[in-house]
């Protein structure tokens, strides 16, 4: 039978392994578009998020945590094979349905994967072959037949395929995404609660053997819906922050590639999106539906919870449900607003409570981190961009990496050109391929990605283009090539 057909694939384990009793359970929550600031504990005066915030008091913060790619399917294969989106071949979202020809401006977008390749050893194989149950729920977005979660890995696929959103039946059931087509919910069950309903009971159904939890979440990620009392609550409470008779957006340039050219870059300004709080409400309160099934089950203390997004908030386009202030732009961009992510990590007695960590770290970083937390031996050809942050989490020691470094060679739907860029401590150097300019920033100075430091630091702007050149080069990294039909265009 097609698997994709039943809400929930089981796979018996291939292989044998010894049960570890004494290594901790997994749980990797992967939000989808959350931006920096959309939690109460990383800035919000309009999102609550108690629940999230309990999290993040219970473990360690990372201010500087980004995403490998400012859109999903890259930061996904990342997180799983340890690598940078251009090491894997997968550097824009992988798109589902009819053929997308590629975009073309001054540059034409680059080719790329449009599934994860089963020679990749993921991190859910990995910790399976080190004696781990293995569960992914919800978005996966790596591919379709052949490709889906059961191929990579995981023991137990709760809704995930080929799909990126929940389409066109949205996050009330009946759903369109494949494999929940035929689940038997009542008409109108929000998609957060049913995947969470099938989160707690794999917990509570675990055997003696630790578990790895890939909880993906479709939320926040388009259509923005939610539930209609929560709604009515936020749209309450922005008027009595008088959030409505502020300018919610503003709108500029167009975009510079074909398939949008008569379109204008809207931008949102404050957080005030009611239905947008609602979807983050009914998240927060689902997370703390897993913490509470976690301590009914005698299992909190054991279990080591990583939560991040996968990208930057949507800011500028389909929209636009949030704001990244102080961070510029959101998904689809270069600038911090698309990559730089909330980062927590709760682990009893290894992570101490309300600790925080300046060090940038990057997605390819989980795997490393959670076969070390799992006391497994480390895969480095595999993991090859990836540092465990285990000398962080401990705070015994920093790491060795220098930089960190991002490729998107496409034009983002978002309003965003292609580029690539990298982080050498406080310095932000972005070379964008449409026009060939170059932008440098001291982060620690100029969060906003305001000042343009290229032409007062000559020397800095050299060297970190010498080592962004470098690194494109050793992991073959595709570069657009000019549109010949440009200015034909005009």
Known sequence: ADTCAHAIVDRPQQREAAVNTSAPNILFILIDDMGWTDLSCCGSEYYETPRIDSLCAD?????????????????????L??????????????????????????????????QLPTSEHTVAAALRDGGY??????????GAEDHRPQDHGFDVNVGGCHMGSPGRGGYFSPWTIEPLVDADVPEGTYLTDYLTDHVVDLIDGADERPFFLNLWYYSVHTPIQAKQERVAYYEQKARDLGLDQLETFTEDEYYPCDHKKDQRVRRRLLQSDAVYAAMIDSLDENIGRILDALGAAGTSEDT???????????????????????LAEGKGWMYEGGTREPLFVRWPGKVAPGSVCNTPVTSPDVYPTLLAAAGLAPIPDQHVDGENLLPLLEQSADLERQSIFWHYPHYGNQGGTPGSSIRCGDWKLIEFFDDGRRELYNLRHDIGENDNRVEAELEITADLHRQLATWRESVAAKIPVPNPDWEKSR
Request: contains cysteine; glycine residues 10%; aromatic residues 10%.
């Open 304 to 326: 080591l919870i990583l939560f991040t997004s996968d990208n930057g908030g949507l800011a500028t386009s389909e929209g636009s449900p949030t704001c990244n202030a102080p």
């Open 81 to 114: 094979t340890g690598k940078y989106p251009a090491t894997v071949g997968i550097t824009d979202w992988i798109h589902w349905g009819d053929a997308r020809p590629a975009p073309r401006g001054r540059v034409i977008d680059v080719p790329y994967l449009k």
């Open 59 to 79: 473990g360690m913060r990372f201010t500087d945590a980004y995403a490998a790619c400012p859109v999903c399917s890259p930061t996904r294969a990342s997180v």
């Open 133 to 142: 149950q293995t569960w992914h729920v919800g978005k996966w977005h790596l």
